[in-house]
């Protein structure tokens, strides 16, 4: 993929990874959320990746190996989906549109070789043909407040609608649902030919549509609670710890690789791990980055005098932004047994960072069923 023509705006900012091939902003991030988040703005994915599956069999192909019922998705209508190893751990994350021929599925950019190769090996004997048209097609997202986008997209393009904003009728919500962060994410993503960017990009220069860098998506995802594969996942992640069932699981659908762990999980057991969002103190300007430390301080029952509190790794942040409204905040997966008035800290660039824990996936998430405890052998009631 050549660079992206956005990348030559004005102010125009690379960023950092995982979104080093697109504009991390243009000048002003604080502004450029307002932007996006009046529906004003559109902004650069084009390092997404981009896999299409073509032929007869493809949705019901698709269906017998992701989390989400996909095999009767009707054309324009938007899907998220995950591929699980055998063990429950999330291996891929997709977002997915059919067009009636094709079905289209956008992921972050580096892991969209990999799930390619995957799914042409699984291929079989079935009438499914897998590509990767990453350098044939582009990815740019808005927060369009009605239906449509805040740019004229070019003939052919494909819309994806982000199903995040409530608990789908199959799925599962450990966060409450009212008052969730989530409900007024309005986000959406379409699928253009790469070579309608320059179009796109000369739109913002006529002054057409306004244009938002990378940090200040990152910020009003952050801010919706909204897990991303490339920042939240790691080799352990199962779905449930970023309570990604709500949107891209289907808990009626089985019959799919790692399925019997995500009906374990959820109805005898609580997630290992658990999504937080951590309100920062900014006095001293300090921004984590991806991997740092969180630690809880435990007091012990009897300190001798000055002692200080007794320091635990709990976890780590996974992404962080400054939000325009809320100051520094940041997501981290963090143990599933820290209370949650525990006082935590972040340790970043060699300081302690204060940070106020806000539950998205709860400390008592309790299992979505009741199991009958079973009588031990030997006892008669």
């Known amino acids: 993929m050549s660079g992206s023509p956005f990348l030559a705006l004005p102010g125009a900012v690379v960023g950092d990874p995982p979104d080093e091939a697109v504009a991390a902003h243009y000048g002003n991030p604080m502004v450029e959320q307002r932007r996006l988040e009046e529906g004003r703005a559109i902004v650069d994915l084009s390092d997404r990746g981009v896999i ?3 032929g007869p069999d493809r949705r019901s192909w698709l269906n017998s190996m992701a989390s989400r ?6 054309p324009g209508e938007s899907a998220e989906a995950l591929f699980l190893d055998a063990s429950g751990h999330v291996e891929h994350a997709v977002h997915v549109v059919d067009d009636g021929e094709r079905t289209w599925l956008v992921l972050d950019g580096g892991a969209a070789p990999g799930l390619a190769t995957w799914l042409d090996r699984m291929r079989f004997m079935l009438r499914v043909e897998v590509a990767d048209v990453s350098d044939g097609f582009a990815v740019v997202a808005a927060m369009p407040h009605d239906d449509g986008f805040p740019v004229e997209l070019p003939d052919g393009a494909l819309v994806w609608r982000d199903p995040w904003r409530q608990v ?27 070579d309608a960017l320059p179009a796109l990009a000369g739109a913002v220069r006529s002054g057409a549509v306004e244009v938002a860098g990378a940090l ?27 309570d990604w069932l709500r949107s891209a699981v289907d808990l009626h659908k089985g019959c799919y690789r790692g399925q019997e762990t995500v009906a374990k999980v959820v109805n005898l057991g609580r997630p290992p791990r658990r999504l937080v969002m951590l309100h920062l103190d900014g006095s001293d300007t300090i921004l984590p980055k991806s991997g740092d430390p969180v630690v809880g301080l435990k007091a012990r029952p009897e300190p001798a005098a000055g002692e200080a509190a007794e320091r635990r790794p709990v976890g780590a942040v996974t992404s962080a932004a400054m939000h325009h409204e809320l100051g520094p905040i940041a997501l981290a997966v963090i143990k599933r047994s820290v209370p949650a008035d525990l006082e935590l800290i972040v340790e970043s660039h060699g300081i302690d960072v204060a940070a106020a824990q806000v539950e998205i996936v709860p400390a008592g998430a309790a299992a979505a069923v009741d199991v009958p405890r079973l009588p031990r052998l030997g006892i008669r009631p």
Do not use: K, S
């Open 168 to 194: 789908l009728p199959d799925g599962y919500g450990y966060a409450a649902e009212v008052g969730h962060a989530g409900a007024d994410w309005n986000y959406a993503e379409a699928i253009v030919a790469r």
């Open 216 to 242: 200040a998506l990152e910020a009003l995802r952050i801010a919706a609670w909204r897990p991303r594969f490339a920042t939240e996942v790691d080799e352990r992640t199962l779905p449930h710890e970023l």
């Open 69 to 74: 019922a996909l095999d009767h998705l009707a």
């Open 52 to 54: 299409t599956v073509a």
